[in-house]
């Protein structure tokens, strides 16, 4: 795999917005070795000290290679490794986490993150507080948060949005991408194809609330898109053309998210319902699945409930429900009620909105055309070993309908879940929704 999908894709970027970060993409079999010419060209030529932080896996994968490469070419370099909370849990990107590593960063002039989701997003968080330059080497395609500037952490045991510099580069190694774990590449096609779903989220905010839409950052990964979404399999079998074009949409989209100024191109009403499952594993102790791999399930729900919606002319528009299940919530209950209270205006505005007669009917034209079918999304991740059923991430029917239920009080994000809400279709057709996509 040489780097002519990333090359491509980013020179169309490049084009477009010359300032536009990360600087440099890259993905050669020796980026190891390439690492110090990278930090170095970030310092401005100049060697210094840098930070580099893993986890226990990323590091023996590629943490140690990419410190020992740095210390060759004259970097004083102190290497971090961010422990495993408990035996068979792998780290959390969450406000605990990052205060006990503040302290490493101490006198670093950069920091260099190894690994994927959770270290790309602790590294992004730190070093956007300290003001230093930042620098990812990617070890999965697994997620699409790599080449932007949102970090998703937990605050107060809640998710939540943080806004930090993307890195002044990316840099992988195609052996350690096909060396993944599949089911993380598995979570990257599904954190990926939740833009079909997160998009329309995107329009739909524009259209009923006047929020900024940008077109072309809401279709940045559309020419790499067939060379994995029309034959998955291959990226199941690894094949380094599926894997690399793979990795330039995770980047693309991640690129949309800081050209929009927000998280709307790649997080729509299918990542709540991941997050809901987060927050009910952090409240009952119970395990859960990659992030990406929870996504692609919630995405073919959302586009199973956009299918619904989309079919009804004359939808019998209700208000809004007014609180949140603090029964459900326990202990997050105060966090999440605050950012549900954010949210009741805008539920408020677009009931009324809603009820004009005009306004559906053009909404539903605009959305329409940007559907894409519950199945045929199901359908690729099948093909590409992702993850289908409640069983496939770790739960059972009644779990991952709770969460159905619950997502759209988590964040103060309006999506196709609030939509829902609005239409009636939720609460009443979940368990008939989760019944017949996710079992």
């Not at 010419?37 to 023996?60: I, M, P, S």
């Amino acid at each position: 795999m040489g780097t002519e999908v990333l090359a491509t894709a980013f020179a169309r970027v490049r084009q477009w917005d010359p300032t536009i970060e990360p600087r440099l993409v890259m993905c050669v079999a020796d980026a190891a070795q390439r690492m110090p010419g990278v930090c170095a060209d970030v310092l401005g030529g100049t060697v210094g000290a840098a930070a580099v932080l893993a986890d226990v896996r990323t590091h023996a994968v590629a943490g140690r290679a990419v410190a020992a490469s740095l210390r060759q070419a004259g970097w004083t370099v102190r290497e971090t490794i961010v422990p495993d909370p408990r035996a068979g849990a792998s780290p959390v990107c969450d406000d605990v986490t990052k205060a006990s590593l503040e302290r490493d960063l101490s006198g670093a002039a950069m920091l260099v993150a190894v690994g994927s989701g959770v270290i790309s997003d602790l590294g992004k968080w730190l070093a956007g507080d300290r003001g230093i330059p930042y620098v990812c080497f990617a070890t999965a395609c697994s997620m699409t948060g790599y080449a932007s500037a949102n970090v998703a952490p937990a605050v107060r045991g809640v998710k939540t949005l943080v806004r930090a510099r993307p890195p002044r580069a990316v840099v992988a190694d195609p052996a350690v991408l096909r060396a993944a774990p599949p089911e993380m590449t598995a979570a990257g096609l599904g954190d990926v194809v939740a833009k079909s779903v997160s998009t329309m989220d995107w329009r739909l905010n524009h259209l009923l609330f006047g929020d900024e839409y940008v077109e072309r950052a809401a279709t940045l990964a559309a020419d790499v898109e067939p060379l994995y979404f029309q034959q998955p399999e291959r990226l199941a079998d690894g094949d380094p053309e599926a894997m690399e074009a793979l990795l330039a949409a995770l980047l693309l989209v991640g690129v949309s998210m800081t050209l929009a100024g927000t998280s709307s191109p790649a997080s729509g009403g299918e990542h709540m319902i991941s997050h809901t499952l987060d927050a009910m594993a952090s409240l009952d102790g119970r395990p859960h699945d990659l992030h990406g791999r929870q996504v692609g399930v919630g995405t073919v729900l959302a586009a199973a409930l956009y299918e619904r919606l989309l079919s009804a002319e004359r939808p019998a528009w209700r208000d809004a429900p007014q609180e949140i299940d603090a029964a459900f919530w326990g202990p997050l209950a105060g966090v999440v009620a605050e950012h549900y209270a954010e949210k009741l205006p805008r539920l408020r505005e677009a009931q009324r909105r809603l009820c004009e007669g005009d306004v559906w009917p053009r909404l539903r034209a605009a959305l329409q055309p940007m559907h894409r079918p519950p199945a045929t999304i199901r359908d690729c991740l099948g093909r590409g070993g992702g993850a289908l059923t409640a069983s496939d991430i770790r739960c059972d029917r009644g779990r991952l309908l709770e969460a159905v239920l619950h997502a759209h009080q988590m964040r103060s994000r309006f999506t196709i879940l609030d939509l829902a809400h609005l239409a009636g279709l939720l609460p009443a057709a979940a368990a008939d929704l989760v019944d017949r996509w996710a079992m």
